[in-house]
T-cell receptor
């Protein structure tokens, strides 16, 4: 069956450290993968997209990697800040389908 | 540019009642989506539309109906509400046919069925 698993439900880290979130998938062939941020009581907001032929993508303090052999994406936030505390969702797009498939999310808390 | 707007923000329904969740986008996107989000379950696709007049079922369509008469509006109808429909509902839109499927979400509607 198809599955998208994001490492732990919750992750706590100290301010200034690098947060690493994992997205593993089974029985999908994504053409690209996206990461979204969701704050409590709000809708998800797009952060980054990486294509299947790209190994790494960066945007300011954010970095995403995509390994189609391992079927895994890693999402890094460097020099983390309390304002980075939120739930982060990964989403897969197989290209041929008309929609995204979302993981359950990881709730990140950055402790001052 | 308001993006994607949803009304109402909150609603409590009794079992068996009906209601319509409204969704409007002002980005001229062809693709629109309805998701429900339950705690620990992620976003589940209910229905989607690839353009005015065209809708299709997602993963969890039972108990819901949609219509798409204009590019801007994509209402979601709940008939005969059941407690299992207690959830947070998100509408989203994207410009999928021009580029990748980056989705823009509304603020959500929190629905409780008692």
């Amino acid at each position: 069956s198809q599955k998208i698993e994001q490492n732990s439900e919750a992750l706590n880290i100290q301010e200034g450290k690098t947060a690493t979130l994992t997205c593993n998938y089974t029985n999908y062939s994504p053409a690209y993968l996206q990461w979204y941020r969701q704050d409590p009581g709000r809708g998800p907001v797009f952060l980054l997209l990486i294509r299947e032929n790209e190994k790494e993508k960066r945007k300011e303090r954010l970095k995403v990697t995509f390994d189609t052999t391992l079927k895994q994406s890693l999402f890094h936030i460097t020099a983390s800040q309390p304002a980075d505390s939120a739930t982060y969702l990964c989403a897969l797009d197989e290209g041929g389908a008309n929609n995204l498939f979302f993981g359950t999310g990881t709730r990140l808390t950055v402790i001052p | 540019n308001a993006g994607v707007t949803q009304t109402p923000k909150f609603r409590i329904l009794k079992i068996g009642q009906s209601m319509t969740l409204q969704c409007t986008q002002d980005m001229n996107h062809n693709y629109m989506y309805w998701y429900r989000q339950d705690p620990g379950m992620g976003l589940k696709l209910i229905y989607y539309s690839v353009g005015a007049g065209i809708t299709d079922k997602g993963e969890v369509p039972n108990g819901y109906n949609v219509s798409r008469s204009t590019t801007e509006d994509f209402p979601l109808r709940l008939e005969l509400a059941a407690p299992s429909q207690t959830s947070v509902y998100f509408c989203a839109s994207s410009d999928r046919d021009r580029d990748t499927d980056t989705q823009y979400f509304g603020p959500g509607t929190r629905l409780t069925v008692l």
